[in-house]
């Protein structure tokens, strides 16, 4: 204990800048990031010599697994119901983990933000009275060792009482959570992983080949990125955290529809190779292709602690339930999207692994398309259309390194993707998309260019919504949309017939009739037949944070509303019949469908604002 006491002593000289993050607008309903409660910099020392708190076991991923269970037994001799307990990584509070900004303020005991906490009684209903509890928490991999805190004083005014031992994985630095996506051309398939490798230590390749074929090894390229890349705090200060090395590979000329097998590897510089487990994919459809194509949608889903820790329950409580529908589903889901807001880590880095983790059963088996939120980019004074802190100082630069898209440049983060039968058109809301602006014209570029008698879905998918929706905040805006959403943008849709748009950042589901102008274009609900005359826009942010109020106003474009958790699910079963299914994250059922059922002249045939002038010869 004397030692645990010098070493925390010792941590006196770190530094910390507090910073709490604020939310601006009411449209994104997560509240605040569970780590932004902890004032960790207030931190002082309460060490008590009958005090203790143990992990075991002390090594973990014996077998090569990444995700293992610890038990915690500890012990206050003065305890409270505000006693918690912090998992620090790595261990050791090192003095150089902290920037020392300003030489006259003494610096703060701590200043990194645990990787997550949970209450001492948690599992431990008499702690209060006898002062010993126990506590089971999962750790993943995350590339150094562990330990863990005992506090009193709530998470205001935190007082350590006891450090645990350290645990550690086997292999810190091996390569974990693979993410798959479809590159820029449609038989390449890229593999993005995490390890704590650099190119000074090792090379990363893929080794990879049909199933039941010869397998070659293509090279990975690596990227990383520092505090000073962050544009603010927490990012930059108490929620820094090394991210390790990111890795990506290209696999290239695909079969169709082929299976691949694939495994991650580093060589070492003494010949040692490092391996992750096996995986397997199927390679996309020729664009155009005419056969079965599911693909899965939705929005800010965010991630979960297993344990029960992080207070989920009252942060993204739905995000573990979608995970595992979808994960039930797999053999049935060819491809996914998750449109914006994707793990609200806020500017704690230490998230970015635990949601790679979640989704790694998904991202590693079928291609997990991304595009950028408000809580992955927004930050004042970085070109961010909307100037609000909701990235937590990140500005971009996590998500644009940890997720592969098929993006001229990654900044812009605006792609397409032709996936057989279906052409999705990707925006980035978090950039100017209006008329004369370099995201308009990509956007018509990639509606306009679109073979529809090859790829008849077409598919415009963004994270605000530019289309319609009848949240409380938009309806009290009087907009029922993102101010200047679709006043240019439904030109486009309608001039070159998008099927369906889709949007998260409103966090339930809403699906409208065919629409142009505020005005259906078909009294249908459920069975579409022959032209739409107009695209039917679909709210599906209810992927797992915090749900958003619908106004009390209804709407004769509003077809059904939900306010619950779920995602969506597109069949094409051919080039003249497609399903969409809503289904929620917490039992997998359909609770709202419809179908399209059509000719390639129905597509041809021109609607309001799309028909082309007549000539005297006709």
Not at 397 to 417: H, K, L
Not at 481 to 502: C, F, H, N, S, T
Request: proline share 6%; hydrophobic share 35%.
């Amino acid at each position: 204990m004397m030692m645990m006491m010098s070493e925390m002593w010792k941590s006196r000289d770190l530094f910390f800048s507090f910073v709490v993050l604020a939310t601006f607008q009411l449209a994104v309903s997560d509240g605040h990031q569970p780590l932004s409660k902890v004032a960790i910099h207030k931190t002082t020392l309460a060490l008590d010599e009958r005090a203790y708190i143990k992990a075991t076991p002390n090594v973990l991923g014996l077998t090569g697994q990444n995700t293992e269970w610890v038990t915690l037994q500890y012990s206050n001799p003065k305890p409270t119901v505000e006693d918690w307990i912090g998992v620090f990584s790595p261990a050791n509070f090192s003095a150089s983990t902290c920037p020392a900004e300003n030489g006259r303020v003494d610096p703060p005991l701590l200043c990194s933000a645990p990787i997550k906490y949970q209450y001492a009684n948690f599992s431990s209903n008499s702690y209060k009275t006898t002062g010993k509890g126990s506590l089971k928490l999962q750790l993943i991999n995350q590339r150094s060792d562990f330990s863990f805190a005992l506090f009193t004083g709530g998470l205001t005014s935190p007082k350590l009482v006891a450090v645990s031992n350290k645990v550690s994985f086997v292999n810190p630095n091996a390569p974990v959570y693979p993410r798959l996506a479809q590159g820029k051309t449609w038989n390449e398939m890229t593999v993005t992983w995490t390890s704590g490798y650099g190119i000074s230590e090792a090379e990363p390749f893929v080794e990879w080949g049909p199933k039941g074929g010869n397998r070659v090894k293509s090279p990975a390229g690596t990227l990383t990125f520092d505090r000073n890349t962050m544009c603010g705090a927490p990012a930059r200060t108490v929620g820094w955290r090394d991210p390790g090395y990111t890795h990506t590979s290209f696999l290239k000329e695909l079969w169709p529809n082929r299976e691949y097998i694939y495994k991650l590897g580093h060589r070492l510089f003494n010949g040692t190779v490092i391996w992750s487990e096996e995986y397997q994919f199927k390679a996309s459809p020729f664009p155009g292709q005419n056969s079965l194509q599911r693909v899965v949608i939705f929005g800010d889903m965010g991630k979960a602690e297993a344990d029960g820790s992080n207070e989920f329950n009252n942060y993204q409580p739905g995000s573990l339930n979608t995970t595992k529908q979808i994960i039930k589903d797999l053999k049935d889901v060819d491809i996914v999207f998750h449109i914006g807001d994707l793990c609200y880590a806020s500017g704690y880095l230490s998230q970015w692994d635990q949601f790679t983790a979640q989704i790694e059963p998904i991202a590693s088996t079928v291609p997990y398309m991304t595009a950028s939120g408000n809580h992955e980019r927004d930050w004042p004074g970085t070109g961010s259309f909307y100037g609000t802190m909701d990235s937590g100082g990140e500005c971009g630069v996590p998500s644009q390194t940890m997720f592969y898209v098929p993006a001229e440049n990654r900044e812009n983060f605006w792609y397409s993707a032709d996936y057989g039968m279906f052409r999705f058109c990707i925006a980035n809301t978090e950039l100017d998309w209006r008329k004369g602006s370099e995201q308009y014209k990509f956007i018509e570029n990639c509606l306009a260019s679109v073979d529809r008698q090859k790829q008849p879905w077409l598919i415009f998918l963004a994270h605000r919504v530019l289309g319609y929706s009848s949240a409380d905040f938009y309806v009290a805006e009087g907009s029922f949309e993102e101010p200047m959403g679709r006043e240019e943008l439904q030109y486009l849709w309608q001039k070159y017939k998008v099927d369906i748009a889709m949007y998260g950042h409103v966090h339930n589901y809403e699906r409208t009739c065919p629409v142009y102008q505020n005005i259906c274009t078909n009294k249908e609900k459920h069975s579409y037949k022959g032209p739409l005359n107009g695209t039917i826009h679909l709210v599906v942010g209810g992927g797992g944070a915090s749900l958003a109020e619908f106004a009390p106003i209804n709407t004769r474009w509003s077809i059904f509303k939900d306010h619950d958790f779920g995602f969506v699910k597109l069949t094409a079963f051919d080039q003249s019949n497609l399903l969409l299914e809503y289904k929620k994250s917490s039992d997998g059922q359909v609770y709202d469908s419809f179908r399209i059922s059509r000719e390639y002249r129905d597509i041809l045939a021109c609607s309001v604002d799309n028909c082309p002038p007549t000539t005297l010869a006709s």
